[in-house]
């Protein structure tokens, strides 16, 4: 079957680094998606990766590996409104986006 | 990004009454609409792929006739849910996609989605 995972709870201190890991094993890989949603709201797309290595777009980068079937998103100098899940998604060899459960991150002062 | 408008926002309904969810892609042509619904602290579940013109494409477990998609235009897609119970009580999602599949980098643009409440 295809399986996503990652971790269910993280916690972190404002203006910190947190790494949010990624793992799957899906039938074939056209792409990793990660999005970011707060309670109550819609998701929203923060990255995609479809090749090896990382992507750096502010202060979140996402990293993949693709022989590893591996992902994390780094989330720097952290902020009280990073609090909200983060949402691991994968294209299958079908084009479905196959959904992680989403890692909800807490962000003390 | 491209915006996608998801109407209403929240409802209310009556137990076994209806109720239709609009999704509309503003400033983009969407061939692929996607809908989503998303219980309390759990994943996204994909309940339907629509194509526009074509009948909708239901996941294993979804019951079409309950949950009725109509794609008739490039801008807009709905999701009615008919005799609507207290267990259909979600969040529901619509996302929307220019192109046939996830090549060329094309993400998927989503609405602001719809809290249901049956009472």
């Known amino acids: 079957g295809q399986n996503i995972d990652q971790p269910t709870e993280m916690t972190a201190t404002e203006g910190a680094i947190v790494q949010i890991n990624c793992t799957y094993q899906t039938s074939g890989f056209n792409g990793l998606f990660w999005y970011q949603q707060h309670a109550g709201e819609a998701p929203t797309f923060l990255s995609y990766n479809v090749l090896d290595g990382l992507e750096e777009k502010g202060r979140f980068s996402s990293f993949l590996s693709r022989s590893k079937g591996y992902s994390y998103l780094l989330l720097k100098e952290l902020q009280m409104k990073d609090s909200a899940s983060y949402l691991c998604a994968v294209v299958d060899s079908n084009y479905q986006l196959i959904w992680g459960a989403g890692t909800k991150l807490i962000i003390k002062p | 990004g491209a915006v996608v408008s998801q109407h209403p926002s929240w409802v209310i309904c009556k137990s076994g009454t209806s109720v239709k969810i609009e999704c509309r892609s503003l400033?983009?042509?969407?061939?692929?609409m996607f809908w989503y619904r998303q219980f309390p602290k759990q994943s996204l579940m994909l309940m339907a792929t629509s194509n526009e013109g074509s009948k909708a494409t239901y996941e294993q477990g979804v019951e079409k006739d309950k949950f009725l998609i109509n794609h008739a235009s490039l801008t807009l897609s709905t999701l009615t849910v008919t005799s609507a119970h207290p267990e259909d009580s979600s969040f529901y999602i619509c996302s929307a996609q220019g192109g046939q599949s996830f090549e060329s980098n094309t993400e998927a643009f989503f609405g602001q989605g719809t809290r249901l409440t049956v009472v």
């Open positions: 400033d983009f042509q969407a061939t692929t």
